[in-house]
């Protein structure tokens, strides 16, 4: 760390309140970026335009129980605070929340934030109850958090869309920013799931950004049906031997499937396993993408 401007760890709600309201004394504006911890480059990126844009950035590291089912990586999921610190101090984080499940769940809630039909498509499909998991603890950590500005990776399409319009539907006194995906040099999205992937698994992992370069090709050579589309994306991961969850192309903001021809900024969703990971991805059909 580099000492002197260390982040400052806070572990409770009540410290939480008070340090936001210090954070935001005069006026400042206070940046917030969630995350589920073991930072890396694309949780960092959010940090930087948050930094850009505000006085003071708040993270918050909090493995949320309620948005993994049973059978998912709850327990195995990586957890590292020292090293996460350590990130955020690099990157001029001025407050990380890092609370314990008692804090954020001292007993089994009975009021939840519940997406409607836009969270039963794509993850929320294959995810039940994810997305109300996710939605009520981006909540409470708003309401104790209280940020000017919070930052979301697009990586995560179908959460985004569902931040905003419950931020939206719920007149949250927030913005949201949503800030492009990092990929690594080969294209592969930047995620703490893809530490999961055995060498034979992460080569094949490169079919995922490929699939979504194989439908803005053929969007760019005149295909215009959103099926048409998908079925090409679903073609290369399986090729790769990818188990394919979805390849959608939707309307971003509705999630539902566009009318042909496929408007240029419609969305490529994908999910799909390689070996026991799960890895999701998306880009527009055209117009900018880090692809
Ligand atoms: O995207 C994530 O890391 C999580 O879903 C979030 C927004 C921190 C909520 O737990």
């Known amino acids: 760390m580099n000492g002197e401007d260390a982040p400052r760890l806070v572990e409770t709600i009540p410290d939480m309140r008070a340090a936001s309201l210090e954070a935001r004394t005069g006026g400042r504006r206070l940046g917030f970026v969630p995350t589920l911890g073991f930072l890396h480059e694309g949780h960092l990126s959010l940090v930087d335009r948050a930094r850009e844009r505000c006085d003071r950035v708040a993270i918050s590291i909090f493995v949320n129980p309620a948005q993994f089912a049973p059978d998912e990586d709850y327990e195995a999921y990586p957890r590292d605070l020292q090293r996460d610190l350590s990130l955020a101090d690099d990157r001029g984080v001025d407050i990380v929340f ?46 104790v958090v209280r940020p000017d500005l919070a930052v979301f990776g697009r990586k995560d399409f179908q959460q985004s869309v569902l931040v905003r319009r419950m931020a939206r539907d719920l007149n949250v006194p927030v ?38 370069r194989e439908v803005r090709e053929a969007y760019r050579e005149g295909e215009r049906s959103p099926a048409a589309l998908g079925r090409r994306g679903r073609r290369v991961l399986e090729e790769a031997g990818a188990e394919v969850d979805y390849v959608e192309v939707v309307t971003p903001d509705t999630l539902e499937t566009p009318p042909e021809p496929a408007p240029p900024e419609s969305v490529c969703a994908l999910a799909a396993r390689i070996g026991d990971t799960r890895l999701i991805d998306n880009a527009r059909l055209a117009g900018p993408t880090t692809l």
Request: cysteine-free.
């Open 98 to 143: 890092a609370p314990d499940r008692e804090e954020m769940y001292p007993e089994p809630p009975q009021a939840w934030v519940v997406p409607g039909s836009l969270g039963d498509r794509l993850d929320g499909a294959s995810r039940p109850d994810h997305f109300r998991g996710v939605l009520t603890v981006v909540a409470k950590l708003f309401n």
């Open 175 to 212: 913005e949201i920013e949503l800030a492009p995906i990092v990929r690594e040099e080969d294209g592969l999205a930047v995620s703490s799931r893809n530490q999961y992937l055995d060498d034979g698994e992460r080569r094949r992992a490169r079919a995922v950004p490929e699939s979504l």
